[in-house]
């Protein structure tokens, strides 16, 4: 049960546990309290003790097909719900595990920060207190495009690279080899508790912890029981933690390598090279979907640098934590240490010149995971189902099958016309996908301080598409919650042209055009062709027009015998101006008071209409009366605050429409 409910007013004393920039997680001020997440423009360090009055807000649940699941996320991360910040203060009191804390992480800061350049110690601080937020995005990006972004996650490199350094540093001290894995065992509980326990540690603290237990009572020690116990004890913890990708990928390549990698490695004679090579392999194995599926995309690179790039970061994680606990050492090892972190970053920049080869899948979906573990399972099974000849013979029929089906939906699908109105909170955005291109009407934007919907959603759900090119982006008016999303798009994908209806001086336009991106001034009955049976029309000339939101871009999408009109924020002063018939209406301005009055609701009939809206927005969109009128006529109303992403699908004269929430309901 949970403690505050939606919108309770609560006043209470916090922790701050964790922070990046202005946002941070605090926690109740027990040694088991719960978490959540607050922003505020006052500066507040870790451990800092608050007196915090606030709003509960719950997060939002996804609202999209494609994009980040941020409710899950946060729950995942045993972090409870968001507060709105009403008053925040600072108190005297400094809790004794957090002065712990700021100490260890401001010594782990100032003694990297001292001894290595600026990226070396950003790329070490990073990997030692487990947030790459210290780390430029570039180098982040450098990570990822090269199979190597695991290194910056605790996980069981670095619990073994602590459990051999005190091994081999105390055995002089400690005689006893039990009581140094005791040792060890406790500096690992407190580094993991500084670092608030990320999910790859705590695994690989659990797994040692019963290894540690076979050897004192000589039992023999079984990894994948290992394995299944710290996912249980995990599970038990934060039943959430099934829902984070950290966690699926953790346990699914410790878990690959279990099954695979002696089983492979028994075919070859002993090599480093070839051992690191097929240890890579082994955790491919399982791994290569759930990176297909969460990132649609796989380096083939990963077996090379990870050959080549992990043992100098194990290294150099090895030597860091020598210079962090042993700082009259530090003036000795630092300078080798730089050297090969600088070594290890021209490697990084050189793989990266070939991360073109790489796998990318267009909506690898949850069953072409299933397809694909199903025939890894005939792989390595293949003895013990030689005796089985029906089930082979079924098996190879569902394989041929699964083939062919695919074939057929990738050709279907390519010739079907999509239109999706996206949820990007109070805005507009809108993805249609025809024959293999896609063009966006507006892009959602910016809607308050610290929150950006054009990042947060449009800009996840094309990483979610795997769309990297956008042939046209149709942008209906300056508004910033209708375009400012593109400045969050325009370094990540390419556009081939931008459409406007007139032309404003403002620092969005400035920055199109800085970008040297092809941008056309639209007129009244002016034609895109698509195909010969597709294209947009230009149905208004915004010259006639000197408010901003009359100005909008009135534009038709018609296929065969349906149409979509879009009409950005027109009022009621200008729609009576269009004429024709259309199936769909995008309703102007959220679905305010004034906007699709009943003479222009008469005059173009739609079947349809969309609203696009956020949830609890302080506009009360869309307004009764509005509503009302659309009801009066037998409109079909979908609001994406209610329905989450609306989408239609066109085949030739006939449509159907599904919605992401009544989808999942």
Do not use: W
């Amino acid at each position: 049960m949970e403690k505050y409910s939606e919108n309770q007013l609560i006043k209470d004393n916090f922790i701050i546990l964790s922070k990046k920039d202005n946002n941070y997680i605090i926690k109740e001020n027990s040694l088991l309290g719960d978490k959540y997440k607050i922003y505020s423009d006052k500066s507040f360090k870790i451990g800092d003790e608050i007196t915090l009055e606030a709003r509960v807000k719950n997060f939002d649940s996804k609202m999209n097909y494609y994009g980040v699941d941020y409710k899950k996320y946060y729950l995942s991360n045993g972090i409870k719900s968001k507060f709105k910040v009403l008053n925040i203060e600072k108190t005297e009191n400094i809790s004794f595990t957090g002065k712990i804390q700021e100490k260890f992480i401001s010594r782990v800061n100032s003694s990297l920060d001292y001894y290595l350049s600026k990226r070396n110690s950003n790329l070490m601080k990073s990997i030692l207190l487990a947030d790459t937020f210290y780390m430029e995005d570039e180098d982040i990006e450098y990570f990822r495009n090269i199979g190597i972004s695991h290194i910056l996650a605790l996980s069981g490199l670095h619990i073994m690279i602590i459990i051999y350094f005190v091994d081999y540093f105390f055995k002089y001290f400690i005689k006893s080899k039990i009581k140094r894995r005791v040792f060890s065992s406790i500096l690992i509980f407190i580094y993991l508790f500084f670092l608030g326990f990320p999910v790859g540690g705590l695994r690989a603290f659990i797994m040692s912890i019963t290894l540690f237990f076979s050897f004192l009572y000589k039992k023999k020690y079984s990894s994948l029981n290992a394995l299944c116990l710290s996912a249980i004890v995990l599970i038990l913890i934060n039943p959430n933690i099934i829902y984070s990708v950290s966690f699926l990928f953790s346990f699914t390549s410790v878990l690959s390598i279990n099954l695979f990698y002696g089983r492979i490695k028994s075919n070859f004679r002993d090599n480093f090279l070839l051992d690191s090579l097929i240890l890579t392999f082994s955790a491919s194995i399982l791994m290569l979907p759930l990176n297909l599926y969460f990132f649609e995309e796989f380096s083939i690179l990963s077996f090379i640098s990870n050959v080549l790039i992990i043992p100098i970061i194990s290294l150099a994680i090895i030597l860091s934590f020598v210079i962090v606990i042993f700082s009259f050492l530090a003036i000795i090892i630092s300078p080798f240490l730089n050297l090969i972190l600088n070594l290890s970053f021209y490697l990084i920049e050189i793989v990266n010149d070939y991360s073109f080869l790489k796998l990318s899948f267009y909506s690898f979906n949850i069953y072409f995971v299933i397809i694909y573990y199903v025939i890894i399972f005939i792989i390595f099974n293949s003895e013990k189902l030689r005796d089985f000849y029906l089930l082979k013979d079924l098996l190879k029929f569902y394989m041929i099958f699964c083939f062919v089906f695919l074939l057929i939906f990738n050709y279907v699908d390519y010739n079907t016309l999509k239109v999706d109105f996206l949820y990007v909170d109070q805005g507009d955005s809108s993805l249609i996908s025809y024959r293999g291109k896609y063009y966006l009407v507006d892009t959602g934007g910016y809607y308050g301080e610290n929150y950006s919907p054009g990042k947060i959603y449009t800009r996840e759900y094309l990483r979610g598409q795997n769309i990297k090119e956008i042939e046209a982006l149709f942008i209906s008016h300056f508004d910033e919650d209708h375009c400012e999303g593109v400045l969050d798009l325009i370094d990540d994908i390419k556009f081939n042209r931008i459409y406007i209806s007139y032309i404003d001086d403002n620092y969005i336009l400035r920055e199109i055009l800085n970008k040297g991106i092809k941008t056309i001034l639209l007129k009244k009955d002016n034609l895109i062709k698509l195909d010969d049976n597709t294209f947009f029309k230009v149905h208004l000339d915004s010259s006639n027009y000197k408010n901003p939101n009359d100005r909008s871009l009135v534009l038709s999408l018609n296929h065969f015998n349906n149409s979509i009109l879009y009409t950005g924020d027109i009022s009621n002063k200008v729609d009576n101006n269009i004429r024709g018939r259309f199936n769909i209406l995008k309703v102007a301005h959220h679905g305010a008071s004034d906007s699709s009055s009943e003479a222009f609701l008469d005059e173009i009939t739609p079947k349809e209409a969309v609203i696009s809206c956020g949830i609890d927005n302080p506009y009360n969109h869309p307004k009764d009366d509005l509503l009302e009128r659309l009801n009066n006529r037998g409109i079909n109303t979908f609001i994406t605050s209610k329905n989450g992403q609306i989408r239609f699908v066109f085949n030739k004269d006939k449509y159907y429409i599904k919605t992401f929430k009544d989808n999942r309901e």
